[in-house]
């Protein structure tokens, strides 16, 4: 599996304008590390699902655009950031400082020339005790389902991705939970999307992980994605041609 720039990632913004969502809850003590690491140009919109840590008003201050989403569940805090995104591109990236958002720059450049239509990061744990053993069981057998599902040889359904504004909203999710990531995957490769992941370190996350960090925390994760997993296919999603250089979007 390719790897991008894992040790030292350009900060050179891409082509084409960039809004990476950033699901919050209680990550005051990562944000400044996080918000730092946007790629100049690009907008961050933290969706703040309920923080009672102040987070908010700190990612006001750091710059970020601020959406309150009062549902609480992960997916409905990703998807309030892709209604309130405006860029052509849109990047997803988990806000606990696990992740670097400039690692997003190489996965922007693949969407933005045309060469896939989603692109995900694999995670590459960095030192001991960053990825449970309980989290990653649950995420390796769901990627085994999700290729028996859809043929797709994925091996994460990690929080990094990047993907166009207008194809994802006319994938047309509703789920709100955890099940959010993987029927993204799942209509993506529906309605004949190409696919990419592409590896990234992995780091300790700041704080207690909210989704992952216990056995009853990951097994609700897995629940919800097996839901995901047993859904008919939706509608195709037809893909909005991309504009050639030079070129506005139609």
């Given amino acids: 599996m390719t790897e991008l720039n894992s040790s030292t990632p350009t900060r050179k913004p891409s ?3 960039v809004d990476v969502v950033l699901p919050c809850l209680d990550e005051a003590a990562a944000l400044p590390w996080v918000l730092e690491r946007i790629p100049p140009g690009w907008r961050a919109i933290v969706v703040d699902n309920g923080s009672t840590d102040g987070s908010a008003d700190l990612a006001r201050s750091l710059g970020a655009t601020v959406v ?7 997916g409905a805090a990703c998807h309030a950031g892709l209604l309130a995104a405006r860029a052509d591109i849109v990047c997803f990236c988990d806000c606990d400082a696990s992740l ?25 744990p960095q030192g001991r005790g ?26 994460d359904l990690g929080p990094m991705r990047t993907a166009r504004r207008t194809d994802l909203l006319a994938l047309g999710l509703t789920d709100r939970r955890s099940g959010y990531p993987l029927q993204m995957v799942v209509r993506a490769a529906d309605a004949g999307w190409r696919v990419r992941e592409y590896d990234v370190p992995y780091l300790p996350r700041t704080g207690k992980s909210k989704v992952t960090g216990t056995w009853r925390g990951t097994w609700q994760t897995v629940r919800d994605m097996r839901a995901v997993l047993t859904e008919a296919p939706a509608p195709s ?10 070129e506005e979007s139609r």
């Fill in 15 to 17: 082509a084409g304008s």
């Fill in 68 to 74: 309150t989403e009062a549902r609480r569940g992960f």
């Fill in 100 to 124: 670097d958002p400039g690692l997003l720059v190489p996965f922007v450049d693949r969407v933005v020339a045309g060469e896939s239509d989603l692109v995900l990061g694999r995670r590459r």
């Fill in 130 to 155: 960053t990825w449970p053993p309980h989290a990653r069981a649950g995420n390796l057998a769901l990627a085994r389902m999700l290729r028996h599902r859809t043929g797709l040889r994925l091996h």
């Fill in 237 to 246: 999603a037809q893909l909005v041609p991309a504009a050639m250089p030079g």
